[in-house]
């Protein structure tokens, strides 16, 4: 049950709406061949270029089998050699590397019996050999497909790994030709078929978008290729929703960005298992108002050298009071006290606002925790009150940072349930956190569902006041004192994928500096690792309305009397329960990725075993298994039906393939 399925159709009008096309401008080179009457295998220089043809051939007894490729009549044929690699013959432009632009090439008749010209056109590629072959590591390829049949007619690819497929028609004449052109520039590419887009891609990895080769060639086939062109990338006009009501995804360094990574950075001696375990996120201190302004300038520096050697995003919380005193004891700030604040804040975005690490602040932690005490009329609007009374006090905060920075999201960590709509002045993206592994309970025993409460709550504020979302904040701690126990391996993977059910953001726990290395490597790690392999399908399309179970209700008291409110503050805890319909059985979201596979998210929201079928609809090409990302076990699908057991707070994460 996803409580944003009435906006997943917004999400893809705005995945399909990030920029305007990306238009060829100036012709670098272009070759029609027509300067070929007779046979060659010497295909010499562009016309009126510096550059020259390379070629990729199969090799025989140690030899070039050059002929294989060879113009001839005013056209180019690829071929191979059956038996002899490579399979993927081509050919790349020598003495021109190129970081953007746009390629047309006419993939012509295939010249065997049984099967049509597989063409693929390269760019970006690190060598000419990878230009001219297909699926080669360090390159994008777009291949037109020889069969489609189904819905992968063409393919973008980097490397040898699927990025996004397109659809062109139900079958391909192996005699027909076709106009093949794909646009890239930065981190978007886009590909037409005979003048229609089929793809239009965003890609989410950093450090993919430098020069390279450009080459085009074919796959286990033989067939004529013409009237290749290369011009220059004219940008369209593209827009960062990172303003209020805007759907997301959030966007980092112009790329859609789902972080993943902890409260707190690792330490030198398990940095590279952050890394590795897929961390791209974390949260940075910023020197407080003991330390000199150089010292606080050092330190951020410092901090941003660290983001940007790893490739990390920082969301940085500024190490400063924010509130003013009243009888020794914190309240909003006082409008006298406002202005040397504002100074210290824009001390700190001097240097954060123009780096390209920063990708949001973290204002506040539990503002409603820290400033309860102070507030008046609690007995007259509760919690509604002391939100609205921290929004208008404190406003200042947001309005600071969003004037200097406005394309970095301001992230505050909002403690209380109840106060998510009216603190939303406060915030572009919300920070919930909420902790319910406590001493008291063994492990899977405790009110784990509470969190899909809070990231549906959290949800519904961000939808109901026009923000743009919220990212997640679970508990990872096994060194913090109090009431809270640490999460074990199952714990955690329940508390960090249930609220994506939900519509989060991103997952970002809390808090690191918590973790000793063993509870890091054992529990912290793993469940990190599970989430940056779902990324792809993260960041796609929303399909929440495809998908149903016959566990869509709550069928257990526990789940149908939720608290209403909880101030999180230790030993203070009075909470007032009423009937609810927000947690269901299960809970589960639909996410399809660009090279059409579906990721069907599902978590066991009870204490007990729980049998669910889910059934899917709208979606052609089903296929008879889906694959557990988690476990990567197969489970039998038909008939759009899947039908599987989940343990207690159990996680599933079946990937979908359709034909």
Known sequence: ?????????????????????????????????????????????????????????????????????????????????????????????????????????????????????????????????????????????????????????????????????????????????????????????????????????????????????????????????????????????????????????????????????????????????WVAAGCNTTVLGVAGESATPEQRAAGIRASADWAAKHEVAVIWFPGMDFYSSVDGKPTVTRP?????????????????????????????????????????????????????????????????????????????????????KDLAPLYDVNFPNHYPTLKEHAPLRGNLYEVVLDAALAADAARETGRIGFVYMPGIFDLMPGRWRAATLRELRYTSFAPITQGVLGVVPWRLGYCSMSYRRAVVYPVMRELSRLRPWLLGEWCDGLVTSDRDDATVEYLRRLPKRVRLVENEEKTETVEADVVPDCSHCLRRRPDNTYLLLAVNNRREPLEVTFTLSGIDGLPDHAVDYIEYASVPMADGKLTDTLEPFAVRAYVIEVR
């Not at 819905?151 to 973008?156: F, P």
């Not at 409603?368 to 406003?395: H, R, S």
Request: proline share 6%; hydrophobic share 40%.
């Open 1 to 273: 049950m996803n409580r944003l399925t009435a906006v997943s159709v917004a999400m893809l009008v705005a995945a399909c709406a990030w920029g305007q096309d990306i238009t060829p401008g100036r012709t670098l080179l272009a070759d029609d061949f027509a300067r070929f009457t007779e046979g060659s295998a010497d295909l010499g220089r562009l016309p009126g270029a510096e550059a020259s043809w390379g070629k990729r051939v199969p090799i025989i007894n140690g030899e070039p089998m050059d002929n294989a490729i060879r113009a001839g009549g005013g056209a180019l044929t690829v071929g191979y050699a059956s038996g002899h690699a490579p399979f993927d013959t081509g050919v790349w432009v020598e003495g021109l590397n190129i970081a953007d632009g746009v390629i047309s090439l006419t993939v012509g008749p295939s010249h065997m019996a049984d099967r049509c010209n597989n063409a693929s056109i390269s760019y970006r590629a690190h060598t000419g050999e990878a230009a001219a072959g297909s699926r080669q590591k360090g390159a994008y390829h777009v291949d037109l497909a020889g069969d489609w049949s189904g819905s992968r007619d063409v393919i973008l690819r980097y490397g040898g790994d699927a990025l996004a497929v397109g659809n062109v028609a139900e079958a391909r004449d192996r005699a027909q030709a076709h106009r093949l052109s794909v646009a890239f520039r930065g981190d978007r590419h886009s590909v037409w078929v005979d003048g229609v887009k089929v793809i239009d891609y965003w890609e989410i990895d950093a450090g993919r978008a430098a020069a390279g080769f450009v080459g085009f060639g074919g796959w286990y086939s033989i067939g004529a290729f013409d009237d290749f062109t290369l011009s220059e990338a004219v940008a369209g006009v593209e827009r960062r929703p990172s303003v209020p009501g805007a759907d997301g995804p959030l966007f980092f360094q112009g790329r859609p960005f789902f972080p993943i990574g902890t409260y707190n950075p690792p330490d030198e001696d398990d940095l590279d298992e």
């Open 336 to 420: 006298e006290d406002i202005p040397p604040k504002v100074a210290l804040l824009h001390e700190m975005l001097a240097i954060t606002a123009s780096d390209p690490q920063t990708f949001g602040y973290c204002t506040f932690d539990e503002p409603e925790n820290v400033l309860y005490p102070t507030y008046k009329d609690w007995d007259q609007k509760k919690d509604q009150g002391l939100a609205e009374w921290i929004a208008e006090g404190m406003g200042w905060t947001f309005s600071t940072l969003k004037q200097t920075d406005p394309d970095a999201y301001v992230m505050p960590i909002v403690a209380w349930w109840t106060t998510y």
